[in-house]
């Protein structure tokens, strides 16, 4: 279960703090002649390692801990590591144009025309940043198997000394078999077909009774279709529904619920887990519409659940989505990841810029005063 504040490994200068599937090492002093090796920090099953060298280059090593999990399994990562600069703190202004905040970067930044870097046996796509206010290389490994502490290096031709910043954002982890096969990842996806539910005898019985609608005693009327249920069910597991069948309300004289704002698919993956039997790969499907359900019918289990893995899921690519729908189901965990997310990792400054000024059209003004907060916050504590 990943936890949704930000998680630090160790002490001082070694210390590695942790959301989502985002590291971050923050080096305050490394000499022109230095090793340093972080401390561990997990992400994923495994506890990890940053350590780095200064020769000709600046080496940079990303490796599992040593243990029976890393010999036995080993993981198969895919994963964008940066290192920059933190000798001037990079500076954003708002602006408040037609009563829309507008957010841009100080600075020019350009591209070095992508270039391909031969380590070890495999190529990888290194980009080089830079801008008025920090400087940043950018290396994307697309597939790596990592066992030990020499399985992956990244020499950066770099003059960094003094105070600078790594950082790994996980894209996925899979999990290598001993004996060879197909790997998996830890992390749940539309590929995967697991069960939350713990499946005992108890859980194939409901899962007939769902199914094949044995005595069902209620018609759900969704979107596009209608699906049979029972109104004992439903009542023990949420407390608007046995509102609704308890109280002389329309829903208990006719037998009938309309949920005009679930598709049949999105309902049958509610009742599955309201009956215990719903599989990942339809959670994960459908796991938006089963918060805005969670939400509306006090399923406080499936609202944390849905936050979690909401959070598991939180990447550069979809945080100002997680952010608004954090906002509006008042997810504060993932509120808050959301943010530490942007602002204390920095990953605002990889959201184009055209994605930024969409969000803030359409965000909420306290949620915009929120972010402007979190920012101020940050720059006064670097």
Known sequence: ?????????????????????????????????????????????????????????????????????????????????RVSNAGSSRTFHFLVNAGRFVLYEIGEIGFVPDSVTAIGNASYRMICLFCSTFISF?????????????????????????RFIIDVEFLDLKICPPNGGLTNSVWPSEGN??????????????????EEAIHADLTIITADGTVKAHKAVLSASSPVFQSMFHHNLK???????????????????????????????????????????????????LKDICEESLMEDLHSGNVLEMLSEAWFYQLHKLKKGCLEFLFKFGKVHDIRKD???????????????????????ISITV
């Open 193 to 210: 077909s697991h069960s939350i539910a713990f499946q005992n005898g108890s859980m194939c019985i409901l899962s007939r009774m769902i």
């Open 251 to 301: 829903e208990k004289e006719s037998s009938t619920i309309h949920i005009q704002d679930m598709s049949l698919e999105s309902c049958k993956a509610l009742l599955s887990y309201i009956y215990g039997t719903i599989k990942q790969e339809d959670f994960w499907k459908h796991r938006l519409a089963l918060l805005g359900a969670a939400n509306k019918y006090d399923l406080g289990s």
């Open 355 to 377: 994605e930024m000024n969409n969000f803030f059209q359409h965000a909420d003004r306290e949620l915009m005063l929120e972010m402007f907060q979190e920012m101020l916050s």
């Open 1 to 81: 279960m990943v936890k949704t504040e930000s998680k630090v490994g160790g002490m001082g200068d070694n210390r590695v703090e942790t959301v989502a599937r985002l590291a971050q090492w923050r080096i305050d002093n490394f000499g022109p002649s230095s090793y340093k090796k972080s401390d561990p920090f997990k992400v994923g099953i495994w506890n990890w390692y940053f350590s780095i060298v200064r020769n000709k280059f600046l080496y940079i090593h990303l490796f599992p801990e040593p243990s029976s999990l890393s010999k036995d399994f080993p993981p198969f990562a895919r994963f964008v590591l």
């Open 138 to 162: 950018l290396l994307v490994v697309q597939e790596k198997l990592l066992r030990t502490h020499d399985d992956f290096v990244w020499p950066v031709d770099t003059t960094f000394v003094g």
